[in-house]
């Protein structure tokens, strides 16, 4: 991506509000967003907006609502969705929207009420000759975390990680997140106290999944020349990469019922073609990296994520952890936010509390979780069914 | 009363004409690649015949990862009621391709990386009308 910058951002406190709609949420997270900028809601040329799955058209068209919200002014709006890797996806768009010249200056908005518990489909309405993956699933009674814990199985048996590096992973994250006034658990976990939480999908346990959240991220973008008018400070998109798996990925990524593996391809393949493209578009590798915001939706990702973008070796993710590389003031901070395991998912905005963060840390202004000296932060949202990106940001 | 009937999970899933059953898959005779459930190509990016066939995968495979799935979840998932743990598998087969389901027969504790099992066709839930839905299985040999 070239030269282009984020001038403001906003973040809606993430939990449950079912008192408030999610237009209302996405107001406030763009009024923190355009105050943040220094802009008004006349400046905004452009909006790219997560669509969501579970708010009906209204959610579908999430930008189009959201722009009559604000006050209609015929801005032309874009509804992305990449399933939970939404948010990379909305800023690589609104990036694009930006370097094209399509538009000055651009808003990336998210408003998302995730579904409670374990996430339930959307109902097909034509089913096909031979049954879809999910209507195989929803019959087989595999929800999401199973195929996380499917593949945690496979690095306890092949790395030796355990039950308690599990555990030691939401301990981390759980003392980032209660440093963390937007997220929705602020408090410390222990070990003892993850261990002994439900065990709900072999090996993963309840503490060591996220929640489920409502949340809501905006941001606005310019070229690094306009953002000069708004701030001193403007933190650039040195890389927004899209990914999408490889033929022969030894995962079995949420659908799916088989998996043809193929020497030689990475786990979670999408994930890592997403990471090594942003590396390549930045033209900086993971030692340039000052912390990471990964997509901790169960703590396996944790484990996975450190080693898919090449932060360490295959199979030395927990002998980093062990050693507190992840924590803050370690090798390489992962999610000083706090994480999905403190804030929850809204899915598709998920992204955009990553982008917050990353935008907060590198400005210096996240006081006792702040990562001393960040310049380069970097973030990756994973997605269902092999969708995923991942973004670079500079001060 | 009437005798409560087996209805299939879904069609062209599995082959019961043999008498044991067999999950039915695609098979690209171009690049020699299986898929499953049955496809109308090959899925192969290198393959430039895409040649496809439909056959049966042979019976029997190694457990490559479990999990025990131990709580209901919401619909549109359906369940046994009273619920009970799942013990679901990825089986890899000799044909290169692994395939998901549940275990039939062995508890959280049984259940082994590397144990050798066999395609079954067993019951994974009754619903209300009191039918019962079957799907393919694996079952310790």
Known sequence: MKDVAIIGVGLHPWGKFPDKPWTAMAKDAIEEAMKDAGVSWKDIGFIVSGSQLWGGRKGIYSGTYTEEVMGNRGIPVVNVNNACATGGTMLTVAAMAVASGAAEMVLAVSSDKSAKGFFPALPVYHEEPVPSDDTLRWNLGLPNPVYWALEMRKRMAKFGDTEEHLAKVKVMLSKHGKLNPKARYQREFSVEEVLASAMVTDPLRLYEICATSDGAGAAILCSKEKAKQFTTKPIEIIASALGSPLYGDPTARIPVVSINPKPGVPVISESWVAAHRAYDEAGVGPDDIDFVELPDNSAWHVLQYFETMDFCKEGEACACLDRGDMAIGGRIPVCPSGGFSSFGEATMAQGFAQLYEMVLQLRGVCGDRQVQGAKVGMSEVYGAAGNNAAVILKK | ?141
């Open chain 2, 1 to 141: 009363m009437a005798e409560n009937k087996q209805v299939l999970i879904g069609e062209n899933l599995f082959d019961m004409s043999e008498g044991k059953p067999s999950l039915i898959v695609t098979h690209c005779k171009s690049c020699g690649t299986y898929f499953f459930p049955k496809s109308f190509t090959c899925h192969n990016p290198e393959c430039v015949g895409k040649d496809v066939e439909t056959t049966n995968l042979s019976r029997q495979g190694k457990v490559e990862n479990y999990s025990v799935m131990n709580y209901p979840p919401p619909t549109p998932f359906v369940t046994q009621e009273p619920y009970e743990p799942i013990v679901c598998a990825a089986v890899e087969f000799p044909e290169g391709i692994t395939i998901i389901g549940m275990m039939e027969g062995v508890t959280a504790e049984q259940v082994k990386i590397g144990m050798d099992v066999e395609v079954t066709v067993g019951t994974i839930y009754t619903k209300k009308t009191g039918d019962e839905v079957i799907a393919w299985k694996f079952k310790a040999v």
